[in-house]
C-alpha cells in the first residue's frame, strides 16, 4: 500500500509541475542516449548490434514524417524493430489502420535507405494474415516475424518452418532473413528447457531475455543458442528495456518502493511493475551501461551479439 501511495503522489507532483523537465528536448535525449549506448558497446565489440525499437520519429532530424535523416543516430545503430506495422496497431490479428501503417512506414523507408534494417513484428494469429504479414513486409524489404501471442511467450506452429529458412551463416543483421522474437520465457520449465526448446529452431536472430526468471542465462547457453538446427550461425540478441525501470530487475532496490528516485516517474498503467523514468539523468542511464556495473555490460559479458532496446518512444510520454 505504501509503494501506492508513494507512486501516486510522484505521479500529482510531476503533472503539477509542468515545466519542471526545464528545455529538455526529448527526442534529441533519447537519441543522444541510443548514441551514447552504441559507442560504448561497439567500443568493447566492434560487431556488436544496436536495435531500437518503435520511436521512429527519432531517425528525422525534426520527428517528422519525410525530413532530413537524422545521420547520427541512425548511423549509430544496425537496425530498428517495429511493432503492429501491419496488424495489432488497434486490436490483435487486425489490420493496421492505413493511415497509421503509412506514418509509420514513411520513417521505416527512410531506414531502409540508409542501410538500417527493418525488423517487424506483427501480432496476427490466423493464417491468411500471417503469410500477408510477411509478404507485405518483405515487399518493403523487411525482416519480420508473426506474433501469435502479444506476451511473446511461444514458438509459433506455423508457419513450420521459418519464412526464407535457410542453412547460412548469419555475421551480421543485414544477413539475417527471419527472427524469432521470444521474450517471456513463462512456458519453459527451465533456462535447459528453454535452450533446447529454440536449438531445435532454424531462425536467423533470436531476441529474448537476457534472465530466465531471477537467472541469468550463462555465457555457455548463449553460444549453445547461436547455432541453427540445420548447423548453421545465428545471431543471439537480448531485450532492454531503457524508457522505463522495471521493479522486477536486479537493479531494482526495495527501498525504491518507499523512496524512489528523483528520475522515477508514475507507473505504466498498462504494465505492472514498469515506470517511467526521465531517461536523459545520469543515474539512471549509469544503470544501463557506461561501467562494468551496468546491465549492458552484463549483456556483453554474456556474449550476446547485440542489445535490442525498448521503451525509445518514451519521449511522447513527457511530450504530452
Known amino acids: 500500500m505504501k509503494k501506492i501511495i508513494v507512486f501516486a503522489m510522484l505521479a500529482i507532483i510531476a ?13 534529441e535525449e533519447m537519441r543522444n542516449f541510443v548514441v551514447g549506448i552504441s559507442q560504448y558497446s561497439k ?11 518503435n520511436g521512429q520519429e527519432l531517425v528525422t532530424v ?6 532530413s535523416p537524422h545521420s547520427t543516430y541512425l548511423n549509430a545503430i544496425d537496425g530498428v524493430g517495429r511493432e503492429d506495422l501491419f496488424f495489432g496497431y488497434d486490436e490483435d490479428d487486425i489490420a493496421t489502420p492505413s493511415v497509421d501503417r503509412n506514418y509509420m512506414l514513411s520513417f521505416l523507408l527512410t531506414c531502409v535507405s540508409n542501410s538500417v534494417s527493418v525488423l517487424v513484428t506483427d501480432y496476427c494469429w490466423t493464417e491468411e494474415n500471417m503469410d500477408l504479414s510477411y509478404a507485405q513486409n518483405e515487399a518493403r524489404g523487411f525482416i519480420s516475424f508473426a506474433a501469435p501471442n ?10 513450420i518452418v521459418p519464412y526464407h529458412v535457410n542453412t547460412d551463416d548469419i555475421n551480421t543483421l543485414a544477413e539475417a532473413k527471419n527472427f524469432l522474437y521470444l521474450l517471456n520465457p513463462q512456458n519453459f520449465s ?19 531475455d537476457y534472465f530466465f526468471e531471477d537467472d541469468e542465462f550463462t555465457p555457455a547457453q548463449i553460444e549453445a543458442l547461436k547455432t541453427k538446427a540445420n548447423g548453421g550461425k545465428r545471431l543471439v540478441i537480448s531485450y532492454m528495456s531503457i524508457g522505463e525501470a522495471e521493479d522486477y530487475r536486479y537493479y531494482w ?16 498503467p498498462e504494465w505492472e511493475g514498469n515506470y517511467k523514468v526521465r531517461y536523459w539523468d545520469k543515474d539512471w542511464q549509469a544503470i544501463i551501461f557506461g561501467n562494468d556495473n551496468s ?6 559479458d554474456a556474449g550476446f551479439d547485440g542489445v ?3 521503451i525509445i518512444d518514451a519521449f511522447e510520454y513527457f511530450e504530452d
Open 15 to 27: 503533472s503539477a509541475c509542468g515545466d519542471d523537465y526545464g528545455d529538455v528536448d526529448f527526442k
Open 43 to 53: 567500443g568493447i565489440n566492434p560487431d556488436f548490434i544496436v536495435i531500437p525499437q
Open 62 to 67: 525534426d520527428g517528422e514524417e519525410n525530413s
Open 150 to 159: 502479444r506476451e511473446l511467450d511461444i514458438i509459433p506452429e506455423y508457419p
Open 190 to 208: 527451465s533456462r535447459e528447457d528453454f535452450v533446447a526448446a529454440v536449438s531445435q529452431t532454424n531462425y536467423d536472430a533470436i531476441i529474448m
Open 253 to 268: 532496490q526495495s527501498s525504491w518502493n518507499n523512496d524512489p528516485p528523483d528520475w522515477v516517474e508514475e507507473e505504466n
Open 295 to 300: 546491465y549492458l555490460k552484463k549483456i556483453l
Open 308 to 310: 535490442y532496446l525498448d
